[in-house]
């Protein structure tokens, strides 16, 4: 008799889980590791907090870096359930590598670059644009690092198009990410850089300086995707996650941000 009764307990936990998803994902504590794209740093920050209310039973725990490095760790199975990237090349590779699978991918935003300096900069930026880097008064230019993130390409791109870089490429500090591309001018280790336009328009920066947007004819669009890992620990927890940053609460966030949406 007790077997039985035990029988139909499991099963009725089981179907409760098939018919009410949502349910089971709440009674389940999960953890949820991301590593994410350092443009995404703000905007995911306040994403995280609501998404936390949403699912109080799902820790996140977020690691901002460049998309890159990230590829090169996840390569080697580093401890990740979900890669956000600043572009849609790396988790293509990852699932191209076997370390994901293709309908765990997605793409979330499209980003921007823009030209940025300190508010009490002379460089006029808004009307010199693109030209602002050979102003007298740049010495030194902030961009991301080129060879891991897709913002620094996105930057050495856009100036090789707009015909300044051979001009300007002998006073760029590269920064590992474009979070840090950024501190180096706010810091006042740089004059101008070219950052994200999603950093430009945190409230961090969004106070102390000016920007210029650069056309987007000028480099190549920046889609931006991510991909849940095919070693992730509660897969519906990253699924929940996913699902939240690509609907209309996470839109939200991400364009209010400076993000556009893929179908934009």
Do not use: C
Request: no cysteine; hydrophobic share 45%; aromatic share 10%.
């Amino acid at each position: 008799m007790r077997r039985r009764l035990l029988f139909f307990a499991t099963m009725s936990a089981i179907l409760a889980g098939l018919w009410y998803p949502d349910a089971a994902l709440a009674a389940e504590p999960s953890d949820v590791r991301v590593a994410a794209a350092a443009d995404l740093k703000f905007a995911l920050d306040e994403a995280a907090d609501l998404f936390r209310a949403r699912h109080p039973n799902i820790k996140l725990q977020i690691t901002y870096g460049s998309s890159g490095n990230f590829y090169a760790q996840l390569s080697n199975h580093a401890p990740f359930d979900v890669f956000l990237s600043a572009d849609v090349d790396y988790p293509h590779r990852l699932v191209r590598d076997g370390l994901a699978s293709e309908g765990d991918e997605f793409v979330y935003g499209v980003g921007r670059i823009v030209i940025w300096v300190p508010r009490s900069s002379s460089i006029d930026v808004e009307k010199l644009g693109m030209q602002s880097l050979l102003s007298p008064d740049v010495r030194k230019i902030a961009i991301a690092n080129p060879r891991h993130a897709p913002y620094g390409r996105a930057a050495e791109a856009a100036m090789q198009s707009m015909g300044v870089y051979k001009q300007v490429k002998d006073r760029l500090v590269l920064g590992d990410t474009v979070l840090q591309a950024g501190q180096f001018v706010e810091s006042g280790s740089a004059d101008i850089g070219i950052i994200s336009r999603s950093h430009a328009l945190a409230p961090s920066l969004r106070d102390k300086g000016r920007f210029w947007e650069v056309p987007l004819d000028a480099y190549p669009r920046r889609v931006q995707g991510g991909v849940i890992l095919s070693w992730a620990q509660s897969r519906s927890a990253a699924a929940a996650l996913r699902d939240f940053i690509m609907g209309e609460e996470g839109r939200t966030i991400l364009r209010r941000f400076g993000f556009e949406s893929p179908e934009e």
